[in-house]
């Protein structure tokens, strides 16, 4: 019933930006974070950005000041802006969305994100 799709993704040089989104759908449930993550090749999967009602956002060290997570509620669509892209961002980014329960965690397939040097 839960469906997160994302796109955006692609091939930038180093110092370039793109903008993900994060379509969702079947969501009957109030959204406590939306979210997004990145899995690098041969590392484990990282915390990127959060958003959580009305605006509040936090993201991790590695891209603050250069990444902007927001939402659009009427377009049931969360973004992630990056700006000034570097190599070491090159990964699959995955949408997150959590309910209040446990049990209430969604995520997208990924989308290829490839900062050349």
């Known amino acids: 019933q839960v469906q997160l799709v994302e796109s955006g993704g692609g091939l930038v040089q180093s110092g370039g930006s793109l903008r993900l989104s994060c379509a969702f759908s079947?969501?009957?449930?109030?959204?406590?974070?939306m979210g997004w993550y990145r899995q690098a090749p041969g590392k484990q999967r990282e915390w990127v950005a959060a958003?959580?009602?009305?605006?509040?956002?936090n993201y991790a060290d590695s891209v603050k000041g250069r990444f902007t997570i927001s939402r659009d509620n009427a377009k049931n669509t969360v973004y992630l802006q990056m700006n000034s892209l570097k190599p070491e961002d090159t990964a699959v980014y995955y949408c997150n969305v959590r309910g209040y329960q446990s049990w209430r965690d969604y995520w997208g397939q990924g989308t290829q994100v490839t900062v050349s040097s």
């Open positions: 079947g969501i009957s449930f109030t959204i406590k974070t």
């Open positions: 958003i959580a009602d009305p605006s509040s956002t």
